[in-house]
Every structure is written in C-alpha cells, then in structure tokens.
C-alpha cells in the first residue's frame, strides 16, 4: 500500500516527512520518535503553544452552541473578538474584515484598496507597488504583490504585471551601499517608482515590516518606515502593511509597526492571531476609509467562512491568554536572550553570514564565503540540510531561502512559541550550533 501521504497533493518537504501525534507547549511528539522542540511554531503560528485545555473546551461549547452563521449576521464571539481586536491594533484601526488565512487577508486588503480608489472617484489608480524579496501568500493577486522568485516562478505567465522595488536589506544592500551614509536609497525607490509609474496609477504600496520567509527575519533601518509613510501619505496611496508573520507579539511589540510609531491604512494579520488552533486571518482598515466606501454603498463581498463563530471565538480566547500571561512582554524579555544566545554562540561560524532580528523573531542567513556573503548554490539546498541535520536531534527551525535574489540564499528562522523559558533556548542554540557542524563539515 502506497504511503499515506500521497493522497494528498504536493506535500512532500525536503526532509523526511513525519507522522505527529499529538503536541504539548512548544514539543511535537512524532510517531516511534523522540519529542522535538518546535523552534519554528510551525509556519511561525503556534504562538501560544501548543495543547491548551481551556481552548479545547472553548472549541467544544462554541461548536455547541453554533455552527456557522451568514457572515453578514452577528455572533456573540465576532462582537467579543472586534472588541478586543480593537484594543490590541494601532490607533483608529477599528474596522475589521475576517478570512480563513493570510494569503486570503492579503487578497482583501488588496482588493479593498482597489475599491477605495474607485470610490474615491480614481478608478486609473490600480497598480499595487511591493518588493522583492518578500512573500505575501499564495493567491495569484498575493503572489503577483510578493518578491519570492522560486514562489512566483511557476505563475509568471498570468501574475498582474505590478511594480516591485528593492527592500530594506542592509546586509545585502541593492545599491552596494553602508548605512547610514546611504541616502535611505530603499526608501526613495519608493517615490522613484510612483513618479516612473505617476502616482495617478498607483492605489496602494504592501510590505512586510520586517521580511519573513523570503528575507529572513530583516529588520528596516530606523528612518525606513517614517519615510515611506510620508511618502505614500504626500501622494494618496494607501500603504499597507502585512503583519501575517511579525503580528500578535512576534517581535515583543503587538505589531511590528510599533517599533516605529508608524499606523498604516491596511494592517493584515493571521497565523498567531488564533496560535494554529483554528485557520483565521484579517484586515485592520481605518475607519474613516471605510465608512467612505459603506457611505456610497460600494460591495465588499465576504467569503463563506468569514467571521466563522469558532474562529472568532478561538482568537478572542487566544488574546485573551496573551493578555492575561503577558506573552508578549515575555516573548521581548525571552527573545532578547535568545538572540544574545544566538550571536554569541554562532556569529563566528564559517557559514554563518548574519544573525538579525527582534523578539522571537530571528532569522541566520548561510554563506560559502563569509568575507564576500557569497550565497550557496540552490542546488545544494543547504537550508534544508540543516534542518535535516536539526531534527536528527530533536529540534525544528523554519527555512527561508531566496534572499540573495537569483543567485538564491539559505538561512533558517529560529521563531518558537511565546511559552519557551531559558532551557528551551539553551537547547535551541546548543542543537542549532551542532547541526551547523555537521552540515558545513559535509560541505567541504
């Protein structure tokens, strides 16, 4: 009999694929294995860990009480969820539209910026601005906005052919150049672009605060994010901000965005806004955008699972226990550690190039030459390897490749769950920096 992972399509990894049976805190227990520490949160969702009693008997009642409800009608656990939601997201970001995931937030955000645009009478303003070396999700319209080449490589044919400028990637600065006597080059490629393309066609500029999968957890310069406000608020573009990875307390702020006091027009979240135990995303809009387009009776249409009252119930109860455990400052305090951890055990490694991030929100970018930041070839997959290597001693880290454009770039995420202590991040550091041996030595 065939394994039982080919009934389903395309999920096979680059690693022994596992059977998981069940998972406590940060651990997965596989199937006639040893328990491995889950220094990934999974796809960096499980942020609350994992196992907790109190949202299963949540999930128990709601699904109980009901079942689903016409996304137009209200439930108690929406109203609970908008409420607190409004109490955690940047100031007048008090409108709110749910989705099954971030790839689906992504996609409305989008289109919400499109319509507002028509409706603020510039139907002309439908070119979206991003940049590469990002990923946005996995929608044509998500991937069309995202920079992940290997991601997009497939679709090219049919992707909207919309703008893309340079990050904020000092590492690999796109114009060879150090801050901070760069000009802030990534953020006038913004208004570079508008004026190249004329504002008049541009509805909206998306970009994660700090790049995640694609980039490796690179945080902006300082100045980077003031200064794309001002420029997108000058030519009345909405700028949206994809929080899908870096939100509810990844990176010891409750939004990355706070680490810069900047308030976008659109915020996207997912992932950790329900910890992995239910599929969820949403978008954050200003209100008085909204009530704009409510006002002229523009259709804005739901998908069927929008604001499921499980969902909702299970992301009121998730920031509820965030609230109440103080994950988020824990996540600052723990993560700062970890990354002292990080830089003090692995920054002399000869394959590791840099080690950059905040909170629990880290990312190791891997080099052939230090000295130059040449990338390994794609071909040996290096990321991959060394996750191979890791979960051999029971540890797990996410991959992220393609931060040296088309000549590629490995690196791994080091993003685990809220509730890790002291011990877990000795173990995380201690077994990251063996499996970093022992790949390089097979390297040579």
Not at 3 to 29: C, K, Q, S, T, V
Not at 48 to 72: C, D, H, K, S, W
Not at 229 to 235: D, F, N
Not at 368 to 397: C, E, N, W
Request: hydrophobic residues 40%; neutral net charge; charged residues 25%.
């Amino acid at each position: 009999m065939a394994d039982d992972r080919h009934n389903a399509m395309f999920m096979e990894g680059p690693y022994e694929p596992l059977m998981i049976e069940r998972a406590e805190g940060p651990w997965l227990h596989p199937r006639g294995g040893t328990r491995i520490l889950d220094a990934a949160s999974g796809a960096v969702v499980v942020n609350i860990g994992q196992g907790r009693e109190e949202i299963a008997r949540l999930m128990a009642e709601e699904a109980a009480r009901v079942n689903y409800v016409l996304p137009i009608w209200n439930t108690p656990a929406r109203e609970r969820l908008c409420a607190r939601l409004a109490r955690w997201t940047p100031p007048g970001l008090n409108r709110f539209f749910f989705t099954s995931g971030g790839s689906e937030a992504v996609e409305a955000a989008i289109k919400f910026a499109l319509m507002y645009q028509k409706v603020k009478g510039h139907p002309g303003r439908k070119k979206i601005i991003s940049r590469w070396t990002s990923y946005h999700g996995n929608t044509l319209a998500a991937l069309s906005v995202g920079g992940n080449l290997n991601r997009r490589a497939d679709y090219e044919q049919v992707l909207f052919d919309w703008p893309h400028i340079p990050p904020s990637f000092c590492y690999r600065c796109p114009w060879d150049k150090s801050y901070p006597g760069c000009d802030l080059d990534c953020a006038q490629a913004l208004a570079a672009e508008i004026e190249r393309h004329g504002a008049d066609s541009i509805a909206a500029f998306i970009a994660e605060p700090m790049m995640g999968a694609t980039g490796g957890a690179v945080p902006p310069v300082k100045e980077y994010w003031p200064r794309i406000v001002e420029i997108c608020r000058r030519h009345e573009i909405l700028l949206i901000v994809d929080e899908v990875m870096t939100g509810f307390g990844r990176t010891g702020r409750r939004f990355a965005v706070e680490h810069w006091n900047v308030v976008p027009d659109v915020l996207v979240g997912g992932k950790g806004l329900t910890g992995g135990y239910m599929p969820m995303g949403m978008i954050a809009a200003r209100e008085d955008l909204v009530a704009e387009c409510e006002r002229l009776h523009a259709d804005f249409m739901f998908y069927t699972y929008s604001c499921h009252p499980l969902a909702c119930a299970v992301a009121d109860k998730v920031l509820e226990i965030m609230e109440r455990e103080r994950l988020v400052e824990h996540a600052a305090e723990i993560g700062a550690r970890l990354g002292a951890q990080l830089k003090e055990t692995l920054s002399g490694h000869p394959m590791v190039g840099d080690i950059r991030g905040t909170g629990l929100f880290w990312g190791i970018e891997l080099v052939r030459d230090r000295a130059a930041r040449t990338p390994y070839p794609p071909s040996r997959k290096v990321a991959a390897q060394v996750i191979g290597a890791a979960l051999k001693h029971g540890l797990f880290v996410y991959p992220t490749v393609g931060m040296a454009g088309k000549t590629g770039g490995d690196g791994v995420m080091v993003t685990p769950p809220f509730v890790i202590g002291d011990a877990e991040v000795d173990y995380i550091v201690r077994t990251l920096s063996g499996a970093f041996d022992e790949v390089y030595q097979a390297l040579q």
